[in-house]
């Protein structure tokens, strides 16, 4: 029989709380099928079906999705704990890493889920190119800004350069857009109800869709 997406479990949250208090060997292979059941394969169904429904929005782009790993790469880390205490799917596509790359990501945190759009660490050269473009036509993040401020939902990553970067007489408005450090957009962590149905799938596809200007505008940069 074939499984569908049907909204994620109520004990989700409370897993991932677990994990985080007992992120340890033992812990987590006694506790692996509830894993599986409660965060892995729920997890690879919305992703399946959100990436179908990206795949359908006419972005420009054939995506496919890229779910997190259960183990933490801890070779330069501080933190030894070994297991991610979240799971997240970012949506690739074209040649190369997301890492390097504008992507559209969904994430299941303790604290609650997340969504937006945006690179993991935008790189300085992509950032000059981000800049050059931006000062070759101020209408263009203009209409990108008013639309940024007509909503709550999405936020700008908060990082902001304290050397200046904006040309002169750049609007005032638009000064922000040349300071930024990174290119990303992000909703707050929320806990609803709609986690656990399949509405979660709609919510994030209309973010997705309100995105849809910012990822042309940047992936093309």
Known sequence: MTKYFDGFPREYIDFLWELRMNNNTEWFNENRERYDLLVKEPMKLFADEMCERLNNAKMGETFRPSISRTNR??????????YKDRKWVVFNYGDGRWQEKSCFYFEISPEGWTSGMGFYEAGSEYM???????????????????????????KPDGNFYKKNFTPEGTPENLRKWFQMKNIAFTSDYRI????????????VEKGFEFLKPFFKYFKNI
């Open 128 to 154: 000059a190119r981000y800049r050059k473009k931006l000062a070759a036509d101020y209408a263009a993040v203009e209409r990108l800004d008013k639309k940024l401020a007509a909503q709550d939902f999405f």
């Open 73 to 82: 790469d801890v070779r330069f880390s501080k933190d030894k704990s070994p």
């Open 192 to 203: 609803e109800e709609e986690l656990f149905d399949r509405s979660i799938l709609d919510t």
